[in-house]
């Protein structure tokens, strides 16, 4: 049993290689597609800003970037769907049901980690 005190030593070496996967934006894309593409699509986006794309999503619109990658707090899509009150709702309530907390949950941990592709 003199093999015992080494467990913890090899799980340690072990662990050392993996990489967090984190969330990309192919986790995230389908809850843009599903309920904010109707109005901040290619046709004519709401406030000029464009929903589809990961670079539509970093360039923003009027108000800037929707996404600060790595910053929940700064992210203007975040306050939105989140319904802080720092900016409007997002889907508008006489348009939508508010997003899950799933959902929000994956977006807060897609910005966290990057806003990453």
């Known amino acids: 049993m003199r093999s015992l005190p080494l467990l913890p030593l090899l799980c340690l070496l072990c662990s050392c290689g993996a990489e967090s996967t984190g969330v990309s934006y192919t986790s995230v894309s389908g809850i843009?597609?599903?309920n904010c593409?109707?109005?901040h699509g290619a046709k004519e986006p709401?406030?000029?800003?464009?929903?589809?794309s990961l670079g539509g999503i970093l360039t923003g619109g009027k108000s800037g970037p929707a996404v600060i990658p790595g910053d929940v707090d700064s992210s203007i899509?975040?306050?939105a769907v989140e319904?802080?009150?720092l900016v409007t709702r997002m889907?508008?309530?006489d348009?939508?049901?508010?997003?899950d907390s799933a959902s929000?949950?994956?977006?807060?941990?897609w910005v966290q980690d990057g806003a990453r592709p």
């Open 83 to 85: 319904d802080s009150g």
């Open 77 to 79: 899509l975040i306050s």
């Open 32 to 34: 843009f597609e599903n």
């Open 91 to 93: 889907p508008p309530e």
């Open 46 to 52: 709401e406030s000029e800003l464009r929903l589809d």
């Open 95 to 99: 348009d939508a049901p508010a997003l």
């Open 104 to 109: 929000i949950g994956l977006l807060r941990r």
């Open 37 to 39: 593409v109707s109005c």
